[in-house]
């Protein structure tokens, strides 16, 4: 099997046979011409069905997350919470239950807590870090999905994945893994025993900030069927442009990564040394209570920092108004470093529930550029 970095350039990408163009046109196109009444060439009759764009990018993602796993299928949505809503419309409905992280994304929460919720499909959340304690959130006969995050968001806490596998198995549900943070660079939660990989393209796989995507990943050929069915039906497709992009980004995921992550290394050095900052967060501390599950099961430590101001709130506020380098604003994975509150942006959504974020807490999305400027603007906004 060819190596990840020779998969993410190749994969789904064979150079065009009419014309020898190394990088897979974009068909920019709404119908096709069809062979009679019936009959498709390649399959495709209609882009919100099918586009040659994006299923380059959807062989290039299972090739990526699921090497050797026979069936398993990428499918590739207009963004992260498309991928998410089409995952709970098809596998749950009223009356069933799933099991969220008590520290997920806000979006994600939203979305069971707003949108799923008012349907009649609840929703319990649990630590992921404790296999006991999502086992024992789980509703007999009525748990459809343990959905996991790891690392989570904004957290950074690590889901044992093997162990999570078992205890969704044991119950009939599915484990689905959110891998954004991760990218399947560092960890491959199918290759563990999870059921579906979710992503948010915009984020690492992307990596420029100039895209907005998701994808789900899946082990079962029909629920693969039944996922791809209701994405027709629902319309929720990206753009062959967006497509494009996210596999232009793919190509350079891998050393993208190991610079994200070397500069986030370095990044939490500064940090845990500084006397304003009270904890630092990320899993490659040696510190970290799940760094052990996490050097079992991902590749690296990737380039998501958090931390808490040991000034409490408004301190928390005015530092990250203050960098210059850092970015502030929403999102992650992308080449630029970006610094963000939680509690009053993404996470936003989670005010008053049982997902609250502290208050105090920063998120940093580590990029690219020289780490010696990143720490000097850390050093300067921290005072």
Not at 149 to 163: F, S
Not at 184 to 212: F, I
Request: glycine share 10%.
């Amino acid at each position: 099997m060819a190596g990840f970095e020779t998969r993410a350039i190749h994969a789904g990408q064979e150079p065009d046979p009419l014309t020898g163009a190394v990088v897979p046109p974009i068909y920019q196109v709404s119908t096709y011409k069809q062979d009679g009444v019936g009959g498709l060439r390649g399959g495709y009759e209609y882009s919100r069905s099918g586009n040659p764009t994006r299923t380059a990018l959807e062989e290039c993602l299972a090739a990526l997350e699921a090497p050797g796993i026979e069936g398993a299928r990428a499918l590739a949505f207009a963004s992260g919470l498309a991928a998410e809503d089409t995952l709970i419309r098809a596998t749950c409905a009223p009356g069933t239950h799933a099991v969220l992280p008590d520290d997920a994304y806000g979006g994600t929460y939203r979305l069971f807590a707003k949108v799923a919720a008012p349907w009649g499909v609840e929703h319990t959340p649990a630590p992921v870090t404790d296999p006991a304690a999502v086992a024992a959130a789980i509703v007999p006969g009525r748990t459809r999905l343990v959905w996991i995050e790891t690392p989570t968001n904004p957290l950074l806490n690590i889901a044992d994945i093997a162990a999570l596998a078992e205890v969704a198995h044991a119950a009939g549900a599915l484990l689905v893994v959110d891998n954004t943070f991760a990218s399947p660079y560092l960890q491959q939660p199918l290759l563990l025993g999870a059921d579906v990989v979710v992503h948010s393209t915009t984020k690492y796989l992307g990596g420029h900030s100039d895209v907005v995507g998701g994808a789900l990943i899946v082990r079962d050929a029909e629920l693969a069927d039944r996922l791809a069915y209701h994405e027709n039906a629902m319309g929720s497709v990206p753009g062959p442009f967006d497509c494009w992009l996210v596999l232009r980004g793919i190509k350079t995921l891998g050393v993208r990564m190991d610079r994200h992550e070397s500069n986030a290394r370095a990044v939490v050095d500064f940090l845990v040394a500084h006397p304003k900052v009270a904890e630092v967060r990320w899993p490659g501390l040696a510190t970290h209570p799940g760094h052990e599950v996490a050097a079992r099961q991902m590749r690296g430590f990737g380039g998501m920092v958090s931390f808490r101001h040991r000034d409490g709130l408004q301190a928390a506020l005015d530092m990250v108004a203050r960098t210059q380098v850092f970015t502030l604003g929403e999102s992650l994975g992308g080449v630029e470093s970006l610094i963000e509150h939680p509690g009053r942006m993404t996470h936003a959504s989670a005010a008053g529930s049982p997902l609250e974020v502290p208050d105090d807490l920063v998120r940093l999305s580590v990029g690219i550029e020289s780490i010696e400027d990143l720490i000097d603007d850390l050093a300067t906004a921290l005072g």
